[in-house]
């Protein structure tokens, strides 16, 4: 069997990908808001990269932190609602046995006071009918 070579010559690299150039109209078309978030970071996306024009410049410091923000930003929306359901997910996973403890001792609690209130409520019952018929016989 052969190996697959490490290098695969097709497939751009990086900075042949940020030294494209864009179109003017990609370059003046505001980037529309996806239906859907993809799973994927894309890229080639116009917003991604600010594509270098030719005989210009290399990225400055602003552009490659500017690039930088915008990368962030997006992964981190993209993350967004997985980080949620995850943490959703684990503190209800962790919860549940604490919750179960609790209405366990709540409910026990609460049956030990009504079981309190009802001897009492008894007791004097009992007490105020004896008390009534000793009045009577007298």
């Given at each position: 069997m052969s190996q697959a070579p490490a290098f695969d010559e097709s497939i751009p690299v990086l900075t042949e990908?940020?030294?494209?150039?864009?179109?003017?109209?990609a370059a003046r078309?505001?980037?529309?808001?996806?239906a859907e978030a993809p799973t994927g970071?894309?890229?080639?996306?116009?917003?991604a990269a600010p594509a270098?024009?030719?005989?210009?410049e290399p990225f400055?410091?602003?552009?490659?932190?500017?690039?930088?923000?915008?990368?962030?930003?997006r992964v981190l929306d993209r993350l967004q609602d997985r980080v949620e359901l995850t943490l959703e997910?684990?503190?209800?996973?962790?919860?549940?046995?604490?919750?179960d403890h609790v209405v366990v001792r709540l409910a026990s609690e609460l049956r030990d006071g009504l079981q309190h209130t009802v001897e009492q409520v008894v007791a004097r019952a009992v007490a105020q009918e004896l008390t009534h018929l000793k009045s009577r016989n007298s």
């Open positions: 990908v940020v030294a494209e150039t864009a179109s003017p109209e078309a505001p980037d529309p808001a996806p970071l894309d890229m080639a996306a116009p917003d270098a024009r030719p005989g210009a400055g410091d602003d552009a490659w932190e500017a690039l930088e923000e915008r990368l962030v930003a997910d684990q503190i209800r996973t962790s919860l549940a046995p604490v919750l």
